[in-house]
Protein backbone atom coordinates (compact mmCIF):
# COMPACT_ATOMS: atom_id res chain seq x y z
CA UNK A 1 0.00 0.00 0.00
CA UNK A 2 0.65 3.25 -0.37
CA UNK A 3 2.03 5.16 2.95
CA UNK A 4 2.90 8.68 3.91
CA UNK A 5 6.53 9.24 5.51
CA UNK A 6 5.85 12.36 7.68
CA UNK A 7 4.29 11.30 11.53
CA UNK A 8 0.98 12.63 12.02
CA UNK A 9 2.33 14.54 15.16
CA UNK A 10 1.69 18.16 16.54
CA UNK A 11 4.47 19.59 18.81
CA UNK A 12 3.28 21.73 21.48
CA UNK A 13 -0.47 21.90 23.47
CA UNK A 14 -2.50 22.27 19.97
CA UNK A 15 -4.07 18.51 21.09
CA UNK A 16 -4.50 18.78 23.74
CA UNK A 17 -7.34 21.13 25.83
CA UNK A 18 -10.83 21.53 25.49
CA UNK A 19 -13.30 22.55 22.53
CA UNK A 20 -16.92 23.54 22.42
CA UNK A 21 -18.65 20.59 19.74
CA UNK A 22 -21.22 22.88 18.22
CA UNK A 23 -21.82 20.49 15.64
CA UNK A 24 -22.92 18.17 17.47
CA UNK A 25 -26.45 17.74 19.44
CA UNK A 26 -28.55 15.47 21.29
CA UNK A 27 -31.70 13.36 20.76
CA UNK A 28 -33.27 12.60 23.86
CA UNK A 29 -35.10 9.14 24.64
CA UNK A 30 -37.23 8.67 28.12
CA UNK A 31 -39.73 6.62 29.32
CA UNK A 32 -39.92 3.01 30.33
CA UNK A 33 -40.01 1.35 27.15
CA UNK A 34 -36.81 3.87 25.98
CA UNK A 35 -34.36 0.68 26.08
CA UNK A 36 -36.52 -1.41 24.17
CA UNK A 37 -37.10 1.18 21.76
CA UNK A 38 -33.42 1.89 20.64
CA UNK A 39 -33.06 -1.87 21.10
CA UNK A 40 -35.47 -2.52 18.34
CA UNK A 41 -34.17 0.64 15.96
CA UNK A 42 -30.32 0.79 16.42
CA UNK A 43 -27.36 -1.10 15.92
CA UNK A 44 -26.49 -2.00 19.26
CA UNK A 45 -27.89 -3.12 22.50
CA UNK A 46 -29.44 -1.11 24.47
CA UNK A 47 -30.82 -3.66 27.11
CA UNK A 48 -28.44 -4.87 28.53
CA UNK A 49 -25.89 -0.93 28.43
CA UNK A 50 -25.30 0.18 31.90
CA UNK A 51 -24.17 3.35 33.56
CA UNK A 52 -20.84 2.90 33.47
CA UNK A 53 -20.49 2.39 29.77
CA UNK A 54 -21.93 4.20 26.52
CA UNK A 55 -22.79 2.69 22.98
CA UNK A 56 -21.72 3.39 19.66
CA UNK A 57 -24.81 2.48 17.24
CA UNK A 58 -26.22 3.56 14.39
CA UNK A 59 -29.47 4.00 12.74
CA UNK A 60 -30.23 2.22 9.03
CA UNK A 61 -32.57 1.88 6.43
CA UNK A 62 -34.01 -1.56 5.91
CA UNK A 63 -31.54 -1.85 3.11
CA UNK A 64 -29.13 -1.67 5.63
CA UNK A 65 -27.80 1.77 4.55
CA UNK A 66 -26.72 4.20 7.82
CA UNK A 67 -29.28 7.23 8.65
CA UNK A 68 -27.46 8.35 11.56
CA UNK A 69 -24.69 7.32 14.16
CA UNK A 70 -24.89 8.24 17.70
CA UNK A 71 -22.95 7.39 21.02
CA UNK A 72 -25.38 6.68 23.46
CA UNK A 73 -25.24 7.47 27.03
CA UNK A 74 -27.80 7.03 29.98
CA UNK A 75 -28.43 10.05 32.44
CA UNK A 76 -30.94 10.65 34.69
CA UNK A 77 -33.41 7.82 33.61
CA UNK A 78 -32.89 8.73 29.84
CA UNK A 79 -30.52 8.19 26.79
CA UNK A 80 -29.08 10.63 25.29
CA UNK A 81 -27.72 10.28 21.84
CA UNK A 82 -24.98 12.50 20.97
CA UNK A 83 -24.24 12.60 17.41
CA UNK A 84 -23.86 15.61 14.59
CA UNK A 85 -26.52 18.09 15.00
CA UNK A 86 -27.49 17.74 11.33
CA UNK A 87 -28.70 14.84 11.50
CA UNK A 88 -30.66 15.14 15.21
CA UNK A 89 -34.43 16.60 13.70
CA UNK A 90 -34.74 14.30 10.05
CA UNK A 91 -33.70 11.30 13.01
CA UNK A 92 -36.34 12.15 15.40
CA UNK A 93 -39.04 12.74 12.92
CA UNK A 94 -38.24 9.08 11.64
CA UNK A 95 -37.74 7.54 14.49
CA UNK A 96 -41.40 8.85 15.83
CA UNK A 97 -42.80 7.41 13.01
CA UNK A 98 -41.97 4.28 14.94
CA UNK A 99 -42.82 5.14 18.63
CA UNK A 100 -46.53 3.63 18.01
CA UNK A 101 -47.58 2.70 21.62
CA UNK A 102 -44.35 2.44 23.35
CA UNK A 103 -43.88 4.60 26.42
CA UNK A 104 -40.82 6.29 24.90
CA UNK A 105 -40.49 10.18 24.46
CA UNK A 106 -38.21 11.51 21.79
CA UNK A 107 -36.89 14.51 21.54
CA UNK A 108 -34.30 17.27 20.54
CA UNK A 109 -32.56 18.11 23.43
CA UNK A 110 -29.87 19.95 22.03
CA UNK A 111 -30.97 23.31 23.37
CA UNK A 112 -30.41 21.54 27.27
CA UNK A 113 -26.81 20.07 27.21
CA UNK A 114 -23.57 21.13 26.59
CA UNK A 115 -20.94 18.71 24.26
CA UNK A 116 -17.40 19.56 24.47
CA UNK A 117 -14.32 17.76 22.97
CA UNK A 118 -11.40 16.92 25.15
CA UNK A 119 -7.98 15.72 23.72
CA UNK A 120 -4.79 14.80 25.55
CA UNK A 121 -4.03 16.40 29.31
CA UNK A 122 -7.67 17.64 29.30
CA UNK A 123 -8.88 14.02 29.32
CA UNK A 124 -9.60 13.30 33.43
CA UNK A 125 -7.49 10.85 35.17
CA UNK A 126 -10.55 9.22 36.61
CA UNK A 127 -12.70 8.17 33.42
CA UNK A 128 -11.67 4.45 32.54
CA UNK A 129 -9.72 3.88 29.83
CA UNK A 130 -11.67 1.45 28.44
CA UNK A 131 -13.12 2.61 25.12
CA UNK A 132 -16.81 3.91 25.23
CA UNK A 133 -16.65 3.74 29.11
CA UNK A 134 -18.59 6.68 31.17
CA UNK A 135 -17.70 8.24 33.87
CA UNK A 136 -20.65 10.57 36.21
CA UNK A 137 -18.88 13.38 37.38
CA UNK A 138 -21.73 15.40 39.45
CA UNK A 139 -23.78 16.57 36.18
CA UNK A 140 -21.23 16.24 34.24
CA UNK A 141 -20.78 12.82 31.91
CA UNK A 142 -17.44 11.71 30.36
CA UNK A 143 -17.45 8.81 27.94
CA UNK A 144 -14.10 7.54 26.51
CA UNK A 145 -13.71 7.60 22.85
CA UNK A 146 -10.89 5.86 20.32
CA UNK A 147 -7.78 7.72 20.31
CA UNK A 148 -6.58 10.12 17.53
CA UNK A 149 -2.97 9.69 16.34
CA UNK A 150 -1.96 8.10 20.03
CA UNK A 151 -4.23 11.10 21.71
CA UNK A 152 -6.28 10.66 24.34
CA UNK A 153 -9.88 11.99 23.95
CA UNK A 154 -12.91 11.95 25.70
CA UNK A 155 -16.53 13.39 25.19
CA UNK A 156 -17.84 15.41 27.97
CA UNK A 157 -21.80 15.91 28.31
CA UNK A 158 -22.91 18.89 30.71
CA UNK A 159 -26.25 20.70 30.79
CA UNK A 160 -26.22 23.63 29.26
CA UNK A 161 -26.90 26.27 31.88
CA UNK A 162 -22.95 24.59 33.76
CA UNK A 163 -20.32 26.90 33.57
CA UNK A 164 -17.69 25.73 30.83
CA UNK A 165 -15.23 23.43 31.52
CA UNK A 166 -11.82 24.94 32.96
CA UNK A 167 -8.62 24.13 30.42
CA UNK A 168 -6.86 25.50 28.02
CA UNK A 169 -8.52 25.41 24.48
CA UNK A 170 -8.28 23.33 21.72
CA UNK A 171 -9.01 24.09 17.92
CA UNK A 172 -12.25 22.88 17.01
CA UNK A 173 -10.70 21.93 13.01
CA UNK A 174 -7.66 19.57 15.14
CA UNK A 175 -10.68 18.24 16.96
CA UNK A 176 -11.92 17.47 14.16
CA UNK A 177 -8.52 16.08 12.57
CA UNK A 178 -7.99 13.63 16.11
CA UNK A 179 -11.86 12.49 15.09
CA UNK A 180 -10.54 11.43 11.74
CA UNK A 181 -7.18 9.58 13.25
CA UNK A 182 -9.23 7.39 15.50
CA UNK A 183 -10.80 5.94 12.26
CA UNK A 184 -14.44 6.13 13.77
CA UNK A 185 -16.49 8.35 11.16
CA UNK A 186 -19.74 10.14 12.25
CA UNK A 187 -22.70 9.92 9.54
CA UNK A 188 -22.87 13.49 8.03
CA UNK A 189 -25.43 14.80 5.45
CA UNK A 190 -23.23 14.13 2.42
CA UNK A 191 -22.89 10.28 3.28
CA UNK A 192 -26.14 9.48 4.28
CA UNK A 193 -27.88 6.38 2.90
CA UNK A 194 -24.14 5.68 1.46
CA UNK A 195 -22.50 3.07 4.09
CA UNK A 196 -23.59 -0.22 5.30
CA UNK A 197 -21.99 0.08 9.05
CA UNK A 198 -19.14 -2.60 7.83
CA UNK A 199 -18.28 -0.04 5.18
CA UNK A 200 -17.08 2.03 7.63
CA UNK A 201 -15.62 -0.84 9.75
CA UNK A 202 -18.24 -0.30 12.96
CA UNK A 203 -18.24 -4.00 13.16
CA UNK A 204 -14.63 -3.58 14.48
CA UNK A 205 -15.28 -0.13 17.02
CA UNK A 206 -17.77 -1.32 19.04
CA UNK A 207 -20.62 -0.04 16.47
CA UNK A 208 -22.43 -3.28 15.83
CA UNK A 209 -24.25 -6.11 18.21
CA UNK A 210 -24.46 -9.29 16.23
CA UNK A 211 -26.28 -11.02 19.01
CA UNK A 212 -29.13 -8.74 19.42
CA UNK A 213 -32.53 -8.93 18.12
CA UNK A 214 -33.92 -7.08 14.95
CA UNK A 215 -33.61 -3.76 13.64
CA UNK A 216 -34.80 -1.82 10.21
CA UNK A 217 -31.45 -2.99 7.66
CA UNK A 218 -30.49 -5.96 10.15
CA UNK A 219 -30.48 -8.99 7.89
CA UNK A 220 -28.47 -6.87 5.18
CA UNK A 221 -25.83 -6.27 8.04
CA UNK A 222 -26.12 -9.32 9.22
CA UNK A 223 -25.29 -11.25 5.35
CA UNK A 224 -22.74 -8.86 4.88
CA UNK A 225 -21.10 -9.82 8.09
CA UNK A 226 -21.39 -13.71 7.83
CA UNK A 227 -21.56 -14.49 4.18
CA UNK A 228 -18.51 -12.62 3.00
CA UNK A 229 -20.24 -10.43 0.43
CA UNK A 230 -18.79 -6.95 2.13
CA UNK A 231 -16.45 -5.64 -1.10
CA UNK A 232 -15.68 -2.44 0.79
CA UNK A 233 -13.91 -1.14 4.52
CA UNK A 234 -12.80 2.50 5.75
CA UNK A 235 -9.32 3.30 5.41
CA UNK A 236 -7.12 6.78 6.62
CA UNK A 237 -5.89 8.54 3.56
CA UNK A 238 -3.35 11.25 3.50
CA UNK A 239 -3.86 14.12 0.60
CA UNK A 240 -2.13 17.48 0.00
CA UNK A 241 -5.21 19.13 -1.33
CA UNK A 242 -8.28 20.02 0.55
CA UNK A 243 -11.05 16.99 1.55
CA UNK A 244 -14.31 17.16 1.69
CA UNK A 245 -17.33 14.12 3.09
CA UNK A 246 -18.80 13.00 0.05
CA UNK A 247 -16.30 13.01 -2.76
CA UNK A 248 -15.42 10.64 -4.82
CA UNK A 249 -12.35 8.26 -4.70
CA UNK A 250 -11.20 6.71 -8.18
CA UNK A 251 -8.39 3.93 -8.85
CA UNK A 252 -6.03 4.00 -11.42
CA UNK A 253 -7.26 0.79 -13.09
CA UNK A 254 -10.45 2.25 -13.80
CA UNK A 255 -10.88 5.89 -14.19
CA UNK A 256 -14.38 5.44 -15.34
CA UNK A 257 -15.76 4.47 -12.09
CA UNK A 258 -15.29 5.51 -8.38
CA UNK A 259 -14.28 2.62 -6.12
CA UNK A 260 -15.04 4.88 -2.79
CA UNK A 261 -16.02 8.20 -1.19
CA UNK A 262 -14.71 10.23 1.50
CA UNK A 263 -16.88 9.45 5.09
CA UNK A 264 -14.99 11.94 6.72
CA UNK A 265 -11.92 14.71 6.63
CA UNK A 266 -9.84 17.31 8.08
CA UNK A 267 -7.20 19.47 7.39
CA UNK A 268 -3.94 18.13 9.15
CA UNK A 269 -2.71 20.62 12.51
CA UNK A 270 0.54 21.17 9.39
CA UNK A 271 0.00 20.12 6.34
CA UNK A 272 -2.31 18.72 3.78
CA UNK A 273 -5.66 16.98 4.93
CA UNK A 274 -6.57 13.66 6.41
CA UNK A 275 -9.61 11.58 5.78
CA UNK A 276 -11.67 8.52 6.16
CA UNK A 277 -12.22 7.07 2.99
CA UNK A 278 -14.95 4.23 2.13
CA UNK A 279 -13.76 1.88 -0.77
CA UNK A 280 -13.36 -1.53 -2.51
CA UNK A 281 -11.01 -3.15 -1.20
CA UNK A 282 -9.63 -4.23 -4.08
CA UNK A 283 -8.21 -0.99 -4.15
CA UNK A 284 -5.98 -0.72 -1.30
CA UNK A 285 -3.38 -2.12 -4.13
CA UNK A 286 -0.47 0.29 -3.45
CA UNK A 287 -2.00 1.59 -7.35
CA UNK A 288 -2.52 5.54 -7.27
CA UNK A 289 -5.36 6.75 -5.99
CA UNK A 290 -7.06 9.91 -6.71
CA UNK A 291 -10.01 12.06 -4.99
CA UNK A 292 -12.61 13.92 -7.02
CA UNK A 293 -11.75 13.51 -10.14
CA UNK A 294 -9.17 10.35 -12.11
CA UNK A 295 -7.09 13.00 -12.54
CA UNK A 296 -7.69 14.72 -9.04
CA UNK A 297 -5.08 15.20 -5.80
CA UNK A 298 -3.50 11.59 -4.76
CA UNK A 299 -4.62 9.77 -1.49
CA UNK A 300 -2.11 8.20 0.30
CA UNK A 301 -2.76 5.25 2.25
CA UNK A 302 -2.23 5.28 6.14
CA UNK A 303 -2.38 2.31 8.45
CA UNK A 304 -5.53 2.09 10.58
CA UNK A 305 -5.69 2.49 14.29
CA UNK A 306 -6.99 -0.24 15.08
CA UNK A 307 -7.53 -3.77 13.92
CA UNK A 308 -10.61 -5.57 11.89
CA UNK A 309 -12.54 -7.88 13.52
CA UNK A 310 -12.18 -11.44 11.62
CA UNK A 311 -14.42 -13.27 13.84
CA UNK A 312 -17.59 -12.10 15.69
Keep these: MNRIDTPHTTDGPTLHGICRLDDWGVLSAQG ?22 ARLAAYCTPKGRMLFSAIGVRRDGAILLCAPRERIAPTLKRLSMFVLRAKVRLADATADWALWGCAGAAVPSALP ?60 EPVVEAFVPQMLNYESVGGVNFKKGCYPGQEVVARSQFRGTLKRRAFLVHADAPLTAGQAVFHASDPEQPVGMVAHAAPHPAHGWDAIVSMQTSAADGQALTVGAPDGPVLRLQPLPYELLQDI
Design 32 to 53: DDTAAFLHGQLTQDFLLQRDAE
Design 129 to 188: AATWSVWHDGVRTWVRLPPGAGTARALLLQPAAEAAPQGAGLALPHWHWLEVMSGVAPIT
